[in-house]
């Protein structure tokens, strides 16, 4: 398979970025192991794909829910990179990092998030609470526990984020399909189950409760990465 990362060129929505939603599951839709543990689920080879596009994106965004779970980084790992043949626009990335974007809540984010180290600009939207100075760090303030996406995404706009790439947890890919705000969505599929009441899904929420209320989406691409099943989707 080639790893080549392209960004759709039709118009982008008008009032927010392009929204690309991209995660790793296992065989029976599972994020992580039951409470919420961080599983490995991403071969070397999507781990690779998930870098460059990352690299090609011009934001990374996770929900506050992930950063204190997972504490990730959301840098791009250019040694998984080293060796290919990277298009000049990817090139340019090595100096120009895509900045990380957190969809934060009332309980706040750890002291030491990694995302909080001011290595690569970041900008974290939540209620006032709890929001120190740091260096590299822009608080967007918001004065419900619930970040409104809409004005998130158009803030993003605004301030020139048109690919936004979107890493999850399941409540965030939850809110971002709910509010009718995905473009692409991109599955790796693990050749492992998981199983357990409580191992998060991919979508996370209330659910979709009638076929009124599910999101439908087409197949725009399948296939075989490293054992793994690899699906582009895109709404209807």
């Known amino acids: 398979m080639s790893l080549r990362i392209s960004w759709p060129k039709r118009p982008v929505p008008r009032d927010r970025p392009f929204v690309w939603i991209n995660a790793a599951i296992s065989l029976d839709g599972k994020l992580a192991f039951p409470g919420g543990k961080r599983a490995i689920l991403s071969s070397p080879a999507d781990f690779q794909r998930v870098d460059l596009l990352r690299a090609s994106a011009d934001a990374i965004l996770v929900g506050a829910g992930t950063v204190r779970n997972d504490d990730p980084s959301l840098r791009v790992h250019w040694e998984r990179l080293r060796g290919m043949s990277l298009s000049p626009a990817i090139e340019r ?20 998030a990694r995302v909080l180290d001011g290595s690569i600009p970041t900008v ?19 004065n419900h526990p619930r970040v409104n996406l809409r004005v998130a995404l158009r803030w993003l706009l605004t301030n020139g984020i048109h690919r936004l790439m979107v890493e999850g947890g399941s409540e965030t890919i939850a809110s971002f399909l709910g509010a009718g705000c995905v473009d692409r969505l991109t599955l790796y599929v693990a050749p492992v189950l998981i199983g357990g009441k409580d191992a998060p899904g991919l979508i996370g929420g209330r659910g979709y409760r009638s076929p009124s209320e599910l999101v439908r989406l087409r197949v725009v691409r399948a296939t075989i990465l490293e054992g793994g099943l690899l699906v582009t989707y895109e709404p209807r």
Not at 93 to 112: E, H, N, T, Y
Not at 124 to 142: E, Y
């Open 124 to 142: 974290v939207f939540g209620p006032p609470r709890g929001n120190r100075p740091r260096p590299g760090v822009t608080w967007v303030s918001t």
């Open 93 to 112: 990335r090595k100096g120009d990092p895509p900045i990380r974007v957190v969809l934060g809540s009332s309980r706040g984010l750890p002291a030491r």
